[in-house]
Antibody, heavy 123, light 106 residues
Framework: EVQLVESGGGLVQPGRSLRLSCTAS????????MSWFRQAPGKGLEWVAF??????????EYAASVKGRFTISRDDSKNIAYLQMNSLTTEDTAVYYC??????????????WGQGTLVTVSS | SYELTQPPSVSVSSGQTASITCSGD??????AYWYQQRPGQSPVLVIY???KRPSGIPERFSGSNSGNTATLTISGTQAMDEADFYC?????????FGGGTKLTVL
């Protein structure tokens, strides 16, 4: 079964850091771009970051709201994508989802989503 | 930055056709994608590359994209279709979402 499972969420104080993990199974992880999204309580979906496959340089893209604070990475040997979040603020409180890019074309849809992990930034 | 605009809500009677629009500058020159999100659940891709349905998505879901507007159409809407729907596109290597549309089935 193709599956993504996020972990690492929790309660964190403003200004602190947190690292999220996204563990993939059921597909060839290294062949797919991976992305992180988030959804604040009662709000819409927001894209956070994207990382391409190694064959495309493993390059990374970030939303303006997190650039310079968040870092996306991947370990293809472990089938895991990470999101390192630094200098967290209350505005970062959200459910964080990881997702797989379909990769039938460049800049494709996101067809597999994890169940999400809640990050709460509060003192 | 690029923006996608959706109506906040759309209502449709059970069995009728629902249309949800997504507007953006020259959106027709890009691919539009649509996701369904039921309460408390993760998003599900329902339309990709403007008109294609992923495996397992019912035929009553269809999409179009031309000019400045992409449209998600749900024919013979069922109660189970009640959800939030988000359009998405890529612009300058970034992912952009519309604000979402809450579909209510009466």
């Amino acid at each position: 079964e193709v599956q993504l499972v996020e972990s690492g969420g929790g309660l964190v104080q403003p200004g602190r850091s947190l690292r999220l993990s996204c563990t993939a199974s059921g597909f060839s992880f290294g062949d797919y771009g991976m992305s992180w999204f988030r959804q604040a309580p009662g709000k819409g979906l927001e894209w956070v970051a994207f990382i391409r496959i190694k064959a495309f340089g493993g390059t990374k893209e970030y939303a303006a709201s997190v650039k310079g604070r968040f870092t996306i990475s991947r370990d293809d040997s472990k089938n895991i994508a990470y999101l390192q979040m630094n200098s967290l603020t209350t505005e970062d409180t959200a459910v964080y989802y990881c997702s797989r890019e379909m990769a039938t074309i460049e800049e494709d849809a996101f067809d597999i989503w994890g169940q999400g992990t809640l990050v709460t930034v509060s003192s | 930055s690029y923006e996608l605009t959706q109506p906040p809500s759309v209502s449709v009677s059970s069995g009728q056709t629902a249309s949800i629009t997504c507007s953006g500058d020259k959106l027709g020159d890009k691919y539009a994608y649509w996701y369904q999100q039921r309460p408390g659940q993760s998003p599900v891709l329902v339309i990709y590359q403007d008109t294609k349905r992923p495996s397992g998505i019912p035929e009553r879901f269809s999409g179009s994209n031309s000019g400045n507007t992409a449209t998600l159409t749900i024919s013979g809407t069922q109660a189970m279709d009640e959800a939030d729907f988000y359009c998405q596109a890529w612009d300058s290597s970034t992912v952009v979402f519309g604000g979402g549309t809450k579909l209510t089935v009466l």
